[in-house]
């Protein structure tokens, strides 16, 4: 069973993930980049199927990757009902809900949809997908907006800030469900999530404009500055949701969502670009710390993981803001295809079971 192959598959807004483990260990990793210019004869996220499923295909047979060979392939999880951590086998409720998109347009939306087209093809392969984004156990007290026609939401890097906890947990040799952690996913979208004994109870919404600022999101916004804007005659809906998600942060302010390159032009002297870069640091620091409280300072650790987590000024920004609170620890980049290809072989090595999706 150790020797049996997983297909990994992670759909990201601008990149295509995919990667294929033997047992546990990597045997092919390609990040495959689209630029907007690929994307732009798609209206809607949905409509990439076929021109994701074909990239894919297509790394495979050059790598010379036996696809027949593929016993299970796992997709990242999409926006699908709210749903509890674990890895869930895809069924035709999901793939209805992932088409319609009803609880939103996001790339992993085609993690499980794409996943389920290629295993239909080989013979016995099955497809799931694990920790979607939508993963929620938060507490209801943490729901609770200010009105009622408005709920916080669990929208967030659940795969990586699971697989990350998990993976501090072993290093410390304690059980990830005895540990309180607040874990903070530093990429295109940020969320910090409070994980009390094995539970995420409280996060911010990455996806839709709730935390600190991103490079390519706004995060929490003044609210009667956006309702007068969204009044003011001069932009339509899905202009001011293009703002909030995908125009906003890094990008509105530095005309870039690449991290890198915003470190290189503070290194030119860019006084502007350090100032926001600074905010950024500023608004990580600040929601860490507001989840200290959440756990009531009984704190274990700090972790940041995700691409932005290679960057020392942000970090180094971050500690002196909250080493006070609890060690922090820095896991750069992002284990996701790792923990998709993790999840998988439980199931099939019958460590787990896969939950079913209603």
Same mark, same amino acid.
Request: aromatic content about 6%; some cysteine; proline content about 4%.
């Given at each position: 069973?150790?020797?049996?192959?997983?297909?990994?598959?992670?759909?990201?807004?601008?990149?295509?993930?995919?990667?294929?483990?033997?047992?546990?260990?990597?045997?092919?990793?390609?990040?495959?980049?689209?630029?907007?210019?690929?994307?732009?004869?798609?209206?809607?996220?949905?409509?990439?199927?076929?021109?994701?499923?074909?990239?894919?295909?297509?790394?495979?047979?050059?790598?010379?990757?036996?696809?027949?060979?593929?016993?299970?392939?796992?997709?990242?999880?999409?926006?699908?009902?709210?749903?509890?951590?674990?890895?869930?086998?895809?069924?035709?409720?999901?793939?209805? $809900?992932?088409?319609?998109?009803? #609880?939103?347009?996001?790339?992993?939306? !085609? &993690? =499980?949809? /794409?996943?389920?087209?290629?295993? @239909?093809?080989?013979?016995?392969?099955?497809?799931?997908?694990?920790?979607?984004?939508?993963?929620?156990?938060?507490?209801?007290?943490?729901?609770?907006?200010?009105?009622?026609?408005?709920?916080?939401?669990?929208?967030?890097?659940?795969?990586?800030?699971?697989?990350?906890?998990?993976?501090?947990?072993?290093?410390? $040799?304690?059980?990830?469900?005895? #540990?309180?952690?607040?874990?903070?996913? !530093? &990429? =295109?979208? /940020?969320?910090?999530?409070?994980? @009390?004994?094995?539970?995420?109870?409280?996060?911010?919404?990455?996806?839709?404009?709730?935390?600190?600022?991103?490079?390519?999101?706004?995060?929490?916004?003044?609210?009667?500055?956006?309702?007068?804007?969204?009044?003011?005659?001069?932009?339509?809906?899905?202009?001011?949701?293009?703002?909030?998600?995908?125009?906003?942060?890094?990008?509105?302010?530095?005309?870039?969502?690449?991290?890198?390159?915003?470190?290189?032009? /503070?290194?030119?002297?860019?006084?502007?670009?350090?100032?926001?870069?600074?905010?950024?640091?500023?608004?990580?620091?600040?929601?860490?710390?507001?989840?200290?409280?959440?756990?009531?300072?009984?704190?274990?650790?700090?972790?940041?993981?995700?691409?932005?987590?290679?960057?020392?000024?942000?970090?180094?920004?971050?500690?002196?803001?909250?080493?006070?609170?609890?060690?922090?620890?820095?896991?750069?980049?992002?284990?996701?295809?790792?923990?998709?290809?993790?999840?998988?072989?439980?199931?099939?090595?019958?460590?787990?079971?896969?939950?079913?999706?209603?």
């Amino acid at each position: 069973m150790e020797n049996q192959r997983i297909l990994a598959i992670n759909p990201g807004s601008t990149s295509t993930k995919i990667a294929v483990y033997q047992g546990s260990k990597s045997i092919f990793l390609k990040n495959v980049k689209h630029s907007s210019e690929d994307l732009k004869p798609f209206p809607n996220i949905v409509d990439q199927f076929e021109f994701r499923k074909k990239i894919i295909l297509k790394e495979l047979k050059e790598a010379k990757i036996r696809i027949d060979l593929i016993t299970a392939i796992v997709g990242r999880g999409g926006l699908v009902k709210p749903i509890e951590s674990g890895v869930y086998e895809v069924n035709e409720q999901m793939i209805k $809900d992932l088409y319609e998109s009803k #609880l939103g347009e996001h790339a992993s939306n !085609l &993690g =499980g949809l /794409i996943a389920n087209d290629i295993a @239909k093809s080989l013979k016995g392969a099955r497809a799931f997908i694990a920790d979607p984004i939508v993963v929620d156990e938060m507490e209801d007290v943490a729901r609770y907006t200010g009105h009622p026609k408005f709920t916080r939401h669990s929208i967030f890097h659940a795969l990586n800030q699971k697989a990350i906890a998990r993976k501090y947990s072993k290093s410390v $040799d304690k059980p990830y469900e005895e #540990l309180n952690l607040i874990v903070a996913h !530093l &990429g =295109g979208g /940020i969320s910090v999530g409070a994980h @009390k004994k094995g539970k995420v109870i409280d996060v911010n919404n990455a996806l839709d404009g709730d935390g600190p600022f991103s490079p390519e999101r706004t995060g929490t916004l003044p609210c009667g500055q956006v309702a007068k804007l969204c009044f003011s005659g001069e932009y339509t809906h899905d202009e001011v949701k293009k703002m909030i998600k995908g125009e906003g942060g890094f990008v509105s302010y530095l005309g870039t969502n690449d991290a890198y390159e915003v470190e290189m032009k /503070i290194k030119a002297g860019d006084k502007n670009a350090e100032k926001v870069h600074d905010a950024v640091g500023y608004q990580l620091g600040k929601e860490i710390a507001s989840l200290s409280a959440v756990l009531k300072g009984k704190v274990d650790a700090i972790i940041l993981t995700g691409g932005m987590a290679h960057d020392r000024i942000v970090v180094d920004y971050i500690k002196e803001m909250v080493t006070f609170i609890a060690p922090v620890v820095v896991y750069p980049g992002e284990d996701e295809m790792e923990a998709l290809a993790m999840n998988g072989r439980m199931v099939m090595t019958n460590e787990i079971e896969p939950k079913i999706y209603k």
